[in-house]
């Protein structure tokens, strides 16, 4: 993993323990071009994790935004399901 993308990760993980109580709400927020499954990876990245998933197509229907809310266990599983996600080529993490 890239030196940067290493570093944001360890921020992200204090900021999320020091905010938090574990377990807790956590509303992930991402953006994908509407082609192939990508809205499908992304809400299937989430099955099984009792999540409410809304999807908004963009005005031309090139972009989907997604918000993901979803109760997590603790603030690696959230850095571990940005980076599941972050596979999907064109995703942007808000």
Not at 64 to 74: A, H, L
């Amino acid at each position: 993993m890239d030196k940067k993308v290493e570093e944001f990760y360890e921020r992200l993980k204090v900021e999320l323990d020091n905010s938090n109580t574990w377990p807790a709400e956590y509303l992930f927020k991402f953006i994908v071009p509407t082609i192939d499954d990508n809205v499908a990876r992304v809400e299937n990245a989430f099955n099984c994790l009792g999540a409410v998933i809304k999807t908004t197509k963009s005005k031309t229907g090139k972009f989907t935004s997604i918000s993901v809310d979803v109760t997590m266990k603790n603030a690696q599983e959230i850095i571990d399901k940005y980076q599941e996600v972050g596979t999907i080529e064109g995703i942007v993490s808000l």
